[in-house]
Protein backbone atom coordinates (compact mmCIF):
# COMPACT_ATOMS: atom_id res chain seq x y z
CA UNK A 1 0.00 0.00 0.00
CA UNK A 2 1.30 3.83 -0.79
CA UNK A 3 1.08 6.07 1.77
CA UNK A 4 -0.74 9.10 0.78
CA UNK A 5 0.95 11.78 3.21
CA UNK A 6 -2.03 14.05 3.70
CA UNK A 7 -2.85 14.66 -0.06
CA UNK A 8 -5.27 11.78 -0.43
CA UNK A 9 -7.05 12.74 3.15
CA UNK A 10 -6.74 16.65 2.09
CA UNK A 11 -8.66 15.95 -1.35
CA UNK A 12 -11.64 13.57 -0.12
CA UNK A 13 -12.15 15.83 3.26
CA UNK A 14 -12.07 19.35 1.00
CA UNK A 15 -13.90 17.99 -2.03
CA UNK A 16 -17.02 17.34 0.77
CA UNK A 17 -16.89 20.31 1.95
CA UNK A 18 -16.71 22.38 -0.73
CA UNK A 19 -18.84 22.92 -4.17
CA UNK A 20 -16.12 23.51 -6.21
CA UNK A 21 -14.39 20.82 -8.33
CA UNK A 22 -10.60 19.93 -6.93
CA UNK A 23 -8.29 18.34 -9.14
CA UNK A 24 -4.48 18.06 -9.38
CA UNK A 25 -3.32 20.48 -12.38
CA UNK A 26 0.50 20.83 -13.59
CA UNK A 27 1.51 24.45 -13.62
CA UNK A 28 4.27 26.33 -15.45
CA UNK A 29 6.82 28.27 -13.55
CA UNK A 30 7.64 31.25 -15.77
CA UNK A 31 9.00 33.73 -12.69
CA UNK A 32 8.92 37.21 -13.27
CA UNK A 33 6.57 37.90 -10.05
CA UNK A 34 7.79 38.84 -6.41
CA UNK A 35 8.28 36.97 -2.87
CA UNK A 36 5.15 36.07 -0.91
CA UNK A 37 2.93 38.14 -3.13
CA UNK A 38 1.18 35.35 -5.18
CA UNK A 39 -2.60 37.24 -5.24
CA UNK A 40 -0.59 40.42 -6.62
CA UNK A 41 1.67 38.99 -8.96
CA UNK A 42 -1.57 36.86 -10.28
CA UNK A 43 -3.50 39.91 -10.41
CA UNK A 44 -0.87 41.60 -12.22
CA UNK A 45 -0.42 39.20 -14.95
CA UNK A 46 -4.32 38.45 -15.30
CA UNK A 47 -4.51 42.60 -15.98
CA UNK A 48 -2.28 42.92 -18.66
CA UNK A 49 -3.12 39.89 -20.60
CA UNK A 50 -6.15 37.25 -21.48
CA UNK A 51 -5.13 35.85 -18.32
CA UNK A 52 -7.18 34.07 -15.74
CA UNK A 53 -6.46 34.32 -11.62
CA UNK A 54 -7.09 31.06 -10.25
CA UNK A 55 -7.09 30.67 -6.44
CA UNK A 56 -6.22 27.09 -4.49
CA UNK A 57 -3.75 25.22 -2.76
CA UNK A 58 -0.18 24.20 -2.71
CA UNK A 59 0.44 21.15 -1.46
CA UNK A 60 3.90 21.07 -0.41
CA UNK A 61 6.30 18.00 -0.56
CA UNK A 62 5.84 15.97 2.37
CA UNK A 63 7.78 16.85 5.64
CA UNK A 64 8.62 13.42 7.33
CA UNK A 65 10.71 14.78 10.32
CA UNK A 66 7.73 16.40 11.63
CA UNK A 67 4.75 13.80 10.11
CA UNK A 68 2.95 16.25 8.22
CA UNK A 69 2.46 17.87 5.16
CA UNK A 70 1.61 21.93 4.60
CA UNK A 71 -1.42 22.84 2.27
CA UNK A 72 -0.54 26.55 1.92
CA UNK A 73 -3.65 28.67 0.31
CA UNK A 74 -1.98 30.30 -2.98
CA UNK A 75 -3.07 32.12 -6.07
CA UNK A 76 -1.81 31.61 -9.79
CA UNK A 77 -2.93 31.98 -13.25
CA UNK A 78 -4.56 30.49 -16.39
CA UNK A 79 -3.86 30.95 -20.22
CA UNK A 80 -6.79 30.06 -22.41
CA UNK A 81 -4.85 30.56 -25.38
CA UNK A 82 -2.06 28.31 -24.51
CA UNK A 83 -4.11 26.07 -22.15
CA UNK A 84 -1.71 26.16 -19.45
CA UNK A 85 -1.63 27.43 -16.14
CA UNK A 86 1.44 29.31 -14.90
CA UNK A 87 2.77 31.18 -12.25
CA UNK A 88 5.19 33.80 -11.64
CA UNK A 89 5.07 33.42 -7.86
CA UNK A 90 9.19 32.95 -6.99
CA UNK A 91 10.53 30.46 -4.31
CA UNK A 92 7.74 27.93 -4.91
CA UNK A 93 9.26 24.59 -3.48
CA UNK A 94 10.01 21.93 -6.05
CA UNK A 95 7.98 19.13 -5.84
CA UNK A 96 4.78 20.93 -4.55
CA UNK A 97 1.24 20.40 -5.84
CA UNK A 98 -1.07 22.61 -7.34
CA UNK A 99 -5.10 21.88 -6.44
CA UNK A 100 -7.18 24.14 -7.38
CA UNK A 101 -9.78 25.58 -5.43
CA UNK A 102 -12.08 28.23 -6.76
CA UNK A 103 -14.17 28.56 -4.07
CA UNK A 104 -11.06 30.56 -2.45
CA UNK A 105 -11.86 32.90 -5.22
CA UNK A 106 -15.57 33.24 -4.92
CA UNK A 107 -15.15 33.73 -1.23
CA UNK A 108 -13.13 36.47 -2.18
CA UNK A 109 -15.36 38.63 -3.80
CA UNK A 110 -17.99 37.69 -2.01
CA UNK A 111 -17.46 38.15 1.54
CA UNK A 112 -14.11 40.03 2.74
CA UNK A 113 -12.18 41.17 -0.67
CA UNK A 114 -9.44 42.56 2.27
CA UNK A 115 -8.55 39.67 4.00
CA UNK A 116 -8.23 37.90 0.93
CA UNK A 117 -5.81 39.73 -0.48
CA UNK A 118 -3.21 39.37 1.75
CA UNK A 119 -0.79 36.63 -0.36
CA UNK A 120 -1.75 33.77 2.28
CA UNK A 121 -4.18 33.97 5.01
CA UNK A 122 -4.86 30.20 6.03
CA UNK A 123 -2.19 27.11 5.61
CA UNK A 124 -3.78 24.11 6.77
CA UNK A 125 -1.16 21.43 8.33
CA UNK A 126 -2.25 17.72 8.19
CA UNK A 127 -0.24 15.37 10.42
CA UNK A 128 -1.11 12.23 12.68
CA UNK A 129 -4.34 12.16 10.86
CA UNK A 130 -5.47 15.72 12.06
CA UNK A 131 -6.25 18.87 10.25
CA UNK A 132 -5.00 21.97 11.51
CA UNK A 133 -5.27 25.41 10.02
CA UNK A 134 -2.65 28.36 10.68
CA UNK A 135 -3.86 31.89 10.05
CA UNK A 136 -1.64 34.38 8.52
CA UNK A 137 -3.48 38.18 9.01
CA UNK A 138 -1.57 41.19 8.76
CA UNK A 139 -0.78 42.32 12.25
CA UNK A 140 -1.78 39.81 14.34
CA UNK A 141 0.62 36.95 15.44
CA UNK A 142 0.67 33.79 14.19
CA UNK A 143 -1.99 30.87 15.87
CA UNK A 144 -3.07 27.54 14.74
CA UNK A 145 -6.29 25.99 15.69
CA UNK A 146 -7.65 21.95 15.04
CA UNK A 147 -9.76 21.54 12.16
CA UNK A 148 -13.15 19.66 12.33
CA UNK A 149 -14.18 20.18 8.75
CA UNK A 150 -12.62 21.42 5.90
CA UNK A 151 -15.54 23.92 5.03
CA UNK A 152 -14.57 27.63 3.81
CA UNK A 153 -16.42 29.34 7.33
CA UNK A 154 -14.33 27.24 9.24
CA UNK A 155 -10.98 27.86 7.11
CA UNK A 156 -11.97 31.22 6.92
CA UNK A 157 -13.77 32.20 10.23
CA UNK A 158 -12.81 36.16 9.63
CA UNK A 159 -14.84 36.00 6.61
CA UNK A 160 -17.69 34.99 8.48
CA UNK A 161 -17.56 37.45 11.35
Known sequence: M??????????????????????????KWVGGGRPNACFQNAQALASS??????????????????NARHFVQHWWNYMPALKQFVDITPEIEDGSIYIPDLSIARLCVLKNHEFQTQCISTTIVYG???????????GQDENSRVLTSLKDDELFPQCFA
Open 2 to 27: IADNGLVAFMARRQADTESLLDIVSV
Open 49 to 66: KDVKVVSGWLALPFDPEH
Open 128 to 138: NGVFYAVDHSK
